[in-house]
Structure formats: C-alpha cells, structure tokens
C-alpha cells in the first residue's frame, strides 16, 4: 500500500510538471508569435508609411486590429493593432525622429482551458538625412531677384567649405578669377559648364582628385518635411487674422519681429500695416446712440445721434433694429445726424464714407460693436443714411443692444477713388516691380519690403507712441512679449512674414508659410484687386549664438562646440534688410552683418535688399528711381535715399552718389535655396535687362564670407527640412528595431 501511494504522488507531480511545462510552452510560442505579428504590422502598415508623414501624428491601426496569418487548422495566428506613426526629437538633442508603434495580439487555451491573451509592442525608429548637412544648396544656378540678369557665376570672392550641390543644369564660373570649395562639389546629371571651365582644373584635393561628384538630384523644395515642422511648433504667431475674406472688403496685413535675448528666450512684437496703394480712410466721429423701439418720427434721428434701423413687419414701420436672440441681423439702414456728440457740423466727413468700405459702429462704454458693409449714402433733411449690404453679414459683439445716449464712435474701414495723401511713396511702383493690371501678383523674386508706417515710430514697440495719425489708431497688434526658454523650440509664423535678430541661446527654428492672397485697399466695390505677400523672413540685425566669437565665427566642435542653433525656413525668401545695422546706405551707421544659423529659403532665395539703395548719380540714373510705366523694369523701389535716417517724402533724399556698399555677410551656419540670390549688384553689364537699363554703378550690397557650422551634422535646428525623393518621400535611414523597452 505504501509503494502504491508513493508511485500515486510521483504520477502527479510528474502529471503537474508536465503540465507547467506544457504551459510554458504555449506561453512562450504565443510571446514570439505576438512579436512577430508587432513587426509585420511595422513592415505592413507603419514602414511605407512613415517617409509620407505629413506631421501629425497618425493613426494608422486602431485596437480592433487585423488578422494576420493562418494556423493548420486556417484560424488566424493573432493580430497586430495600435499601428501608430509619429515624430518627435532625440533625447536631450534637436535631432528628430520618425518612429512607428505596433502591438501583436495572440490569445491561447491553457491545459487547464484557461483563456490567456498575450501582447508584445514592436517599435520602428528612423532618423532623416536632413538639409543641414550642407553649406551651401541651389536648386537651380538661375540669378534670383528683382530684374535679375542672364546669368549668376561662380567667382573668386566665392570661398565655401563643406558640401555644396546642385540640381542646376548648368554651372558657370566666372573669367575673372575661380572659387575655393575646400569640401565637395556634386552636380546632377545632364551638367552644363560655362564662362571659364578652366575652374574645373583647381577642383581638386590634396591628392590631385576631382571633388565634383554626380549624385540623383535632390527633390526642392521639401514640402512634406515643411508640413512636419510646421507641425511641431510649440509657439504660432498668426500673421493672417485680419486677412477677412470677406467679399468687397479691404484687408489688412500684419507683421510679426522676434528678437532673440541673450539670456534665453525672445521677445515677440507684431504690428498691422497696409501695402500701398492706400486708399483715404474715412474719418472716426463720435455720436450718441438714439434708442427709440417704436415707429421711427422726423426728423428720423436725434441731434448729435445715429441709429441702426430694421423695418417692423407687423407694424409696418421701420423701428430700432435690435431685436434679443438676432441682434442686429435685420437692420437695413443707419440713420445719422450732421452733427457730431460735440455739436461739429461733420456732413463733410460724412461724404467721405464710400460704398464697400466696412463700417464699425463701437460703444465708448462697453464691448459692444456691430460691424457690416456699406452699399450706399444719402444727405436728406440735415441727417445722412447709410443703406446696408443686407447680402453680406452684419457682425455684433454683444448679447445686449445700444442704449440711449451711449456714447460710440462710428468709423469706416476702406475708401474709393483717391489714395492716402498721409502715406508716403503711396503709389503702385514704389512697392511693387510688376504690371498693374489686377490679374498679375507678386512673385517671390520682385520688390519686397518690411518698413511700412509703424517703422517710422520713434518707438515703435510703444503702443501709445506708435499710432496712425489720423485715426489715432495704434500700429501694435500685439505688445512686445517676451517668451522663456523651454527646450528646443519651432516658432511658427503663420500668414505673414517675420522680422528677426538679436542674440540666440537655446535652439530655434522659425518657419513660416510659402504665400497668402489678400485684397489690395484701394480695390473698389465690385471690383476687387488680389495681391499676395510672401512668407519672407527679413534679418534686421545681427543673429549671433551667445557663445559665439567675437568676429562671429562658431565654436567648432573639435573646441568642444555649442549647444546653441538656429534655423530659418523662409516660404518665400530670406532677406538682409536695408537697416542701418546690416550697413545701409554705404555703411552709414553699420557696417556688414554676422549670420549664425541654417538658411533655408523654401521658393525664393538668400538674398540681399538691394532694390532699396541710396545710389543716384547721372552715371546710374536708374539704379533708384523706379520705372512707373513699366514697373517690371525698375532696378530701385525709389525708396533708399529716404530711409536711414528717414527723411519725408518731398525731400530730395540722401543718397550715396555711385555707391552703395555694405559690407561683409559673415555667416557660419548653411544656405539652402531655390535659386541664387544676388548679395551684390555693380557694373559689370554685358546682358542689359530686355527694355530696361542695368546697373552701371559700383557695388550696390555685400562681399560674402560663408563658414559651415560644423555643428550642424549632429545638431541641426529642431525638425530641420529633410531630403526627399520625388514622390515626396523624405529620406530615412533605420536607427533601432525591435521590441519596445520592458517587453
């Protein structure tokens, strides 16, 4: 009996282990099997995926899952759900990545008929081959800018260490002296190259090798990657918030600075201007409000009053137009005294209001402004009416109606007929390089410009000191703010172009959109005129790393580097503004510009502000004065011999004679661009511009001295452009496979 009972206990525990074993296995084979079915959902789903991202995170596979695979029996091994892609920086570094998750699902009895379901995650990370990696980048070797010439060459004064390359088809070096490449050259097949192809010659390293590589061509401009860092901004400054696109109605454009501190952070500004040709602005006036919800009498308005009117169905009269819950949709006329809340007989002022002009009737006391389009105006019986644009809508603030005898301001956006006389250079040719047609718009290449009216502020970051003149309207949309430092940081700038300088610590990148369509303000009702501004970003002044040297040059990282970077990702171009700081007119009160940053301009280029010069002399009377019958052949915007200092515009200006030189671009960082800018424009005039003259002056611009960072290959600016193939893949190379962490 005993042998027995212990043969039964030794069958048990065997019968026990067996099934633990038994189990294990299943276990185990189910822990590979959802491995597995986690890479297949990466290889299946998220791989071809991840070069399309566009920039935000994407779902690709949700927790139902799909099935994958077949057992002997043909039911499904398992599935993979939870497919996510996204992007996001490296650890501690501005460096990012693509990654991709997914999760593998397998469920299994146990001996005991137990149901166990068993997930394991599998993670895909790659990391792009960015933009960054070269110093100097054209799409195409074309001249870029305003009334650009024939051709742009490679000269002496072209000295450029790293990377450089080109999808151009034809490269030309100049007859007056070859550049320096101390890195490599590489060109795209078929490759053309012109003027002194002797160059070719002193193309070479310390072996006597050849350093030109042909390489694919590189597809530009990036608009996937563009998309990604747009994207992943932490801070957006809208630029497009009084563009109205409201038929009829004049808009109104913004402009946005970032001033970069030296301690950390920046400070953001931004200010309203308008493109000119301006059109005269009705007035402001001031009147007390006449409340009256019965029939209207006569006279049908107060003295020193106005009053929104709708017309009374049951009552078959026209009364006050407020009605609760609808507000003041149903008003047809505004019913206006000749005279003002002081007694002004203003009929004058009145006259000047004109159909399509949006007006704003605002309380003095309260929130409350109700907003609509005029159609037209009628003086009878000492009062004026304003007929409403009941096919546009009326617009209010409030949930309560105007009072009687609430004080408020009646004003007018817009005007008709004649320009501004208070703008300065208010005609077409003094701000744009294009035919005046209506159809025709600005193109990245032509006149650009930043200094609009609030440039002329003494201070122009000052609300109360920076206001229109006859509005007494502050020019400051947004009060200068300063915003601290957090960690790596895409500050976006949507609908606008950007102003920027200062001094950097910490690691930016600023972006903005590639164009925006608006209404010009001297469109005329019926007849609007679109524009459009491009996403340029101006360099105002100097942009320096806090630890950089005093000539401007970069830590190198062989010296242990710096952990502080900029990027500057135009849509359009980026542009040395002619400010005194960057050595305008002849080196006034500046001299040159230190650069520290990756340029990148996404349809236009780096380039010079070189149509706002102070040159005028007999030896280049075209080189200022811009062409008013055919704008599209001015060399100058006419504008420099008023600016730095400013001078009014009935002076005769001060100008610089022949001349209008301004120094250095010392950069070290990268240029990446459409095509190439112009940094100097001067005599030499073989190929005159077709209709036009060209430059017969000395130099109008820059000398170049471009650096690499070499910083740059391990720390770009956060979510730099990538490459991309020509579908619009980015190009990605693997980082890590394999299961996530603790899995």
Not at 723 to 741: E, F, M, P, W
Request: proline content about 5%; charged content about 20%.
């Amino acid at each position: 009996m005993i042998f027995a009972f212990v043969s039964m206990l030794i069958t048990v525990a065997y019968l026990g282990n067996s099934l633990t074993i038994n189990s294990q296995e299943r276990f185990r084979f189910a822990e590979i099997t959802a491995q597995y079915i986690a890479e297949a959902g990466l290889n299946k789903e998220a791989a071809d995926y991840l070069p399309y991202l566009e920039g935000a995170d994407t779902t690709l596979v949700g927790e139902t899952g799909v099935n994958f695979g077949e057992d002997t029996q043909g039911n499904s091994l398992g599935k993979y759900k939870n497919v996510f892609c996204g992007t996001q920086l490296e650890e501690n570094s501005t460096h990012k990545e693509f990654y991709g998750l997914s999760t593998g699902e397998v469920s299994y009895l146990t001996p005991n008929g137990k149901d166990v379901t068993v997930e394991r995650t599998a993670s895909l990370i790659m990391t792009p081959i960015g933009f960054e990696e070269f110093m100097y980048f054209t799409n195409d070797e074309e001249p870029f800018g305003p009334n650009a010439g024939a051709y742009v060459s490679f000269g002496d004064s072209d000295v450029l260490e790293g990377r450089v390359h080109t999808n151009s088809p034809t490269v030309t070096f100049s007859n007056y002296g070859c550049p320096e490449f101390s890195g490599t050259l590489s060109v795209t097949e078929p490759i053309s190259y012109e003027g002194d192809s002797s160059c070719l010659n002193e193309m070479v390293d310390e072996d006597g090798e050849s350093i030109i590589d042909t390489v694919s061509a590189i597809t530009y401009p990036p608009d996937n990657s563009a998309n990604i860092l747009r994207a992943n901004a932490k801070r957006t400054f809208t630029a497009d918030d009084l563009i109205t696109f409201v038929p009829n109605r004049k808009d109104t454009l913004i402009m946005t600075e970032i001033e970069f501190a030296e301690t950390g952070g920046y400070y953001a500004t931004q200010w309203w201007y308008l493109i000119p040709p301006v059109a005269a602005a009705p007035p402001e006036i001031d009147f007390l409000y006449d409340f009256n919800d019965g029939p209207a009498g006569f006279p049908p308005v107060e003295t020193n009053s106005l009053r929104l009117v709708r017309f009374d169905e049951a009552g078959g009269y026209l009364t006050d137009a407020y009605v609760s819950g609808e507000e003041y949709d149903n008003a047809l006329q505004v019913w206006i005294s000749n005279r003002d809340i002081e007694g002004n007989n203003v009929s004058s002022l009145l006259a000047n209001f004109s159909p399509g002009d949006q007006i704003e009737i605002e309380s003095q006391e309260s929130d409350k402004m109700v907003s609509f389009e005029l159609l037209t105006t009628t003086m009878t019986f000492g009062s004026w009416i304003f007929q409403i644009n009941t096919d546009e809508p009326i617009v209010y603030t409030s949930d309560i109606g105007f009072i009687n005898d609430e004080a408020v301001t009646l004003r007018g956006i817009g005007g008709e007929g004649e320009l501004n006389v208070n703008v300065p250079f208010n005609a077409f040719e003094f701000f744009h390089n294009h035919a005046d047609d209506g159809q025709t718009m600005c193109s990245a290449r032509g006149f650009h410009h930043f200094d609009y009216r609030y440039w002329l502020c003494d201070d122009r970051y000052d609300p109360e000191d920076c206001k229109e003149e006859e509005t007494d309207r502050s020019y400051v949309y947004s009060d200068r703010t300063f915003y601290s430092y957090t960690g790596p940081e895409v500050i976006y700038v949507k609908g606008g172009p950007a102003l920027v300088h200062g001094t950097i610590n910490g690691q930016y990148t600023v972006v903005t959109d590639d164009s925006v369509e608006y209404r010009r303000h001297d469109s005329t009702l019926g007849s609007p005129i679109y524009e459009q501004i491009w996403g340029n970003i101006w360099i105002i002044g100097d942009l320096r790393y806090e630890d950089s040297y005093s000539s401007g040059a970069v830590i190198h990282p062989d010296n242990g580097g710096t952990n502080n970077v900029l990027g500057l990702v135009a849509g359009g171009n980026v542009i040395l503004a002619n400010t005194r700081e960057n050595g305008a007119r002849n080196r006034y009160q500046g001299i040159s510009v230190v650069i520290n940053g990756a340029v990148m301009a996404l349809h236009g280029a780096f380039i010079s502000h070189y149509w706002q010069n102070s040159v005028n002399s007999t030896m280049c009377p075209s080189c200022a004065i811009p062409n008013a019958g055919q704008p599209w052949f001015s060399l100058g915007d006419g504008r420099g011999g008023h600016r730095n200092p400013v001078l009014p515009e009935t002076s005769g200006g001060n100008y610089t004679n022949n001349i209008d030189y301004r120094g250095f671009v010392n950069l070290w960082g990268s240029i990446v661009q459409q095509e190439r800018g112009y940094m100097m424009r001067n005599s030499p005039c073989s190929n005159p511009i077709p209709g036009g003259d060209c430059y017969t002056s000395d130099d109008i611009g820059y000398n170049k001295n471009y650096n690499y960072d070499y910083n740059l290959i391990d720390k770009p600016p956060p979510y730099y452009p990538d490459q991309s193939t020509v579908d619009g893949a980015i190009v990605l190379r693997l980082k890590s496979y394999g299961l996530v962490a603790g899995e």
